[in-house]
């Protein structure tokens, strides 16, 4: 099992900045894949990364958002910047270890126009 809890989320006005970090537990394992999914009107890929820092990222946050992680802490980070109203929804954790998805509980991203 893995346990994935997220913190950095908030309220923030249009065109300012939040980091997200996502800690993770567990038999995680050294090759995984850890990433940001938002969760709007569907849930859709913000930005994911594997384990040798390989990263992708959704067309809408390309050039603004940032992924990362340390993987001597097993923690990802998801710096968000020039952020816009149409970014607010709520931000899910994820990790793939092993073929088996996991999810955290999720955090609130709310940008104000």
């Known amino acids: 099992q893995v346990q994935l809890v997220e913190s950095g989320g908030g309220l923030v006005q249009a065109g300012g900045s939040l980091r997200l970090s996502c800690a993770a537990s567990g038999s995680i394992f050294s090759n995984n894949i850890m990433g940001w999914y938002r969760q709007a009107k569907q849930r859709e890929l913000v930005a994911d990364i594997s384990s040798g820092g390989s990263t992708n990222y959704g067309d809408s946050v390309k050039g603004r958002f940032t992924i990362s992680r340390d993987n001597a802490k097993n923690t990802v980070y998801l710096q968000m910047n020039s952020l816009k109203p149409e970014d607010t929804g709520i931000y899910y954790c994820?990790?793939?270890?092993?073929?088996?998805?996991?999810w955290g509980q999720g955090t609130q991203v709310t940008v104000s126009s």
């Open positions: 994820a990790a793939i270890v092993r073929a088996r998805w996991y």
